[in-house]
């Protein structure tokens, strides 16, 4: 049973201004001087990216691990019962609206942007020592993007989530922020220093995560105008397609959680879907179908090595340059995730939670994968069309464009194709600019909502960097600024582990009748948890 809450709005009094301004600050301090010395810039974030990937890369793997194993304990263990609520509260979304609120909020456009050409970075250059372009290659290049978008991304998106849903809905924390977490350590005090430093650094990862998620995904779509207009790919047609974004999100932000970001989200599953249905059915299906089982067969018995191989014995950079690299951007992006998936999770489960946002979303994404990464594939093996060429000589986004126009009904395909990534950057960037809104505000109970004023700043403002980062230009710069900002949260992932814990460990008595009621499957009737 689902039902749907009225969405409430604190006075706009309660804006805590001391955190609004920092971040305000922050984003004009970081995009101002790289927009004005943008090679400096470039050269600096460079230097970062290489500093923190040779000497700290290996902390990313044990990350991966760590939060695999605590999240596998949690959903199967004996706190998997735990409702993250009172007993009376009910499921708020339906199992469908949650699944597309918290996958469009947790992978945007930038998962049709690497869906579609990270294949051709592994085709041309394998992990493991294998021999560039060799059937081998071919198999790694259609596997390990399934891989990076799968369950240990998931993983890191759910561990924040937990961590604040449970103070946040059992201990009835009237804080939705980051600091929330680390409630347990805190003592209740989220607005002490260390609990203002703690939603500092979210603030500076969600820009940085979310200003490179843009960045990715803002010159695909304009490239997709480009081949339907005739236009000539630019800077400005850049801008212009940042604009569009900003003003879709911009409203569906102004309408609220459950008028504008649920709607929108959930018209945007329906159309991503159908777009890939349409490409299984008028692409190779055959081919599509047997190198999406072969990429499951090869990824499921190599998923350890996967995970944790940090290349010491060779100079690829292999590991550094991706594994590294999606680590960070998953971490940078996890207390967002988080924070958004708490609001819209009241009365699930630990173990739906979990279940939930690791199955659904490692599905969702491979989807993608086997189907717009192998076509790409299917064309290049095949000499249809030098997919790697076009994407070294003329860049990624009209590589990706290449790719698309060999559909049938082109046009309309890549009309597709841009419609579902605007609204994809739209869903990320409203639910991030709601959830900024958010920690900008003094006490959020569960169920109000920011001003709608706060959270349209937030939703324009959120554009700045992504514009100051896209002047520079490479996706390089964009995989540094993310790298960078996740380091911080890094560290306070292993605090927010502890907290959850020891929290969970000190209710325990409390809710232990809770847990011994009905068998732990889904039905919402049968779980009981922590009041205070």
């Keep these: 049973m689902s039902t749907t809450s009225t969405e409430r709005e604190?006075?706009?009094?309660?804006?805590?201004?001391?955190?609004?301004?920092?971040?305000?600050?922050?984003?004009?301090?970081?995009?101002?001087?790289?927009?004005?010395?943008?090679?400096?810039?470039?050269?600096?974030?460079?230097?970062?990216?290489?500093?923190?990937?040779?000497?700290?890369?290996?902390?990313?793997?044990?990350?991966?691990?760590?939060?695999?194993?605590?999240?596998?304990?949690?959903?199967?263990?004996?706190?998997?019962?735990?409702?993250?609520?009172?007993?009376?509260?009910?499921?708020?979304?339906?199992?469908?609206?949650?699944?597309?609120?918290?996958?469009?909020?947790?992978?945007?456009?930038?998962?049709?942007?690497?869906?579609?050409?990270?294949?051709?970075?592994?085709?041309?250059?394998?992990?493991?020592?294998?021999?560039?372009?060799?059937?081998e290659a071919a198999g790694w290049?259609?596997?390990?993007?399934?891989?990076?978008?799968?369950?240990?991304?998931?993983?890191?998106?759910?561990?924040?989530?937990?961590?604040?849903?449970?103070?946040?809905?059992?201990?009835?924390?009237?804080?939705?922020?980051?600091?929330?977490?680390?409630?347990?350590?805190?003592?209740?005090?989220?607005?002490?220093?260390?609990?203002?430093?703690?939603?500092?650094?979210?603030?500076?990862a969600l820009l940085g995560g979310a200003g490179s998620s843009l960045g990715f995904s803002t010159p695909m779509i304009?490239?997709?105008?480009?081949?339907?207009?005739?236009?000539?790919?630019?800077?400005?047609?850049?801008?212009?397609?940042?604009?569009?974004?900003?003003?879709?999100?911009?409203?569906?932000?102004?309408?609220?959680?459950?008028?504008?970001?649920?709607?929108?989200?959930?018209?945007?599953?329906?159309?991503?879907?159908?777009?890939?249905?349409?490409?299984?059915?008028?692409?190779?299906?055959?081919?599509?179908?047997?190198?999406s089982l072969s990429s499951l067969v090869l990824m499921v018995p190599n998923f350890a090595k996967m995970n944790w191989w940090t290349d010491p014995f060779t100079d690829s950079a292999f590991f550094r340059d991706w594994t590294v690299f999606y680590w960070a951007w998953w971490i940078a992006y996890a207390p967002f995730v988080g924070l958004f998936v708490t609001r819209i999770s009241r009365g699930r489960t630990i173990r739906q939670v979990i279940l939930g946002m690791t199955l659904y979303g490692t599905l969702g994404g491979a989807l993608f994968y086997m189907t717009f990464g192998n076509f790409g594939l299917y064309l290049e093996l095949s000499d249809t069309l030098l997919v790697t060429e076009i994407a070294r000589v003329s860049g990624?986004?009209?590589?990706?464009?290449?790719?698309?126009?060999?559909?049938?009904?082109?046009?309309?395909?890549?009309?597709?194709?841009?419609?579902?990534?605007?609204?994809?950057?739209?869903?990320?960037?409203?639910?991030?600019?709601?959830?900024?809104?958010s920690s900008a505000t003094r006490r959020l109970e569960a169920g109000d909502d920011p001003p709608r004023w706060h959270r349209l700043f937030w939703a324009i403002t959120l554009t700045v960097l992504p514009l100051a980062l896209m002047l520079i230009g490479g996706y390089e710069v964009l995989q540094t600024a993310v790298l960078v900002v996740s380091l911080p949260i890094l560290g306070i992932g292993v605090l927010m582990s502890v907290a959850l814990v020891k929290q969970l460990g000190a209710d325990r008595p409390q809710t232990a009748r809770g847990a011994q009621t009905g068998d732990g499957t889904p039905p919402m009737e049968h779980d009981r948890s922590t009041e205070m």
């Excluded at 339907?228 to 959680?257: H, M, N, R």
Aim: with cysteine; glycine share 8%.
């Design 10 to 135: 604190p006075a706009a009094g309660r804006v805590d201004w001391p955190a609004f301004v920092t971040c305000l600050t922050i984003v004009l301090l970081v995009s101002v001087p790289l927009a004005v010395f943008p090679e400096a810039g470039e050269r600096l974030l460079t230097t970062g990216y290489d500093f923190i990937a040779d000497r700290l890369g290996f902390l990313y793997a044990f990350a991966g691990l760590g939060v695999f194993v605590l999240l596998a304990w949690l959903a199967f263990g004996r706190h998997g019962k735990v409702k993250l609520g009172r007993d009376e509260d009910q499921v708020e979304y339906s199992d469908f609206s949650w699944m597309a609120m918290l996958f469009c909020a947790g992978v945007g456009a930038g998962l049709l942007y690497w869906a579609a050409i990270e294949w051709t970075a592994y085709y041309d250059a394998p992990p493991f020592d294998v021999a560039p372009r060799s059937p």
């Design 141 to 204: 290049a259609s596997t390990y993007g399934i891989f990076h978008w799968g369950i240990t991304a998931w993983c890191f998106y759910c561990l924040p989530t937990l961590a604040i849903a449970y103070p946040y809905y059992v201990k009835r924390v009237p804080y939705l922020r980051f600091s929330t977490s680390c409630h347990y350590f805190l003592g209740g005090d989220e607005e002490s220093t260390a609990g203002r430093v703690i939603d500092l650094f979210f603030m500076i």
């Design 222 to 291: 304009a490239a997709c105008i480009a081949r339907l207009t005739g236009l000539e790919v630019t800077f400005g047609l850049e801008v212009f397609s940042v604009l569009l974004c900003v003003a879709l999100f911009a409203t569906s932000v102004w309408f609220g959680l459950n008028r504008g970001i649920k709607r929108l989200s959930d018209l945007n599953l329906v159309l991503a879907f159908g777009l890939l249905l349409f490409v299984l059915l008028a692409g190779p299906t055959v081919f599509l179908l047997k190198t």
């Design 396 to 437: 990624e986004p009209a590589a990706i464009v290449a790719i698309l126009d060999q559909l049938p009904l082109a046009a309309l395909a890549i009309l597709a194709f841009a419609v579902v990534s605007v609204i994809f950057s739209a869903t990320t960037y409203d639910s991030a600019s709601y959830i900024l809104a």
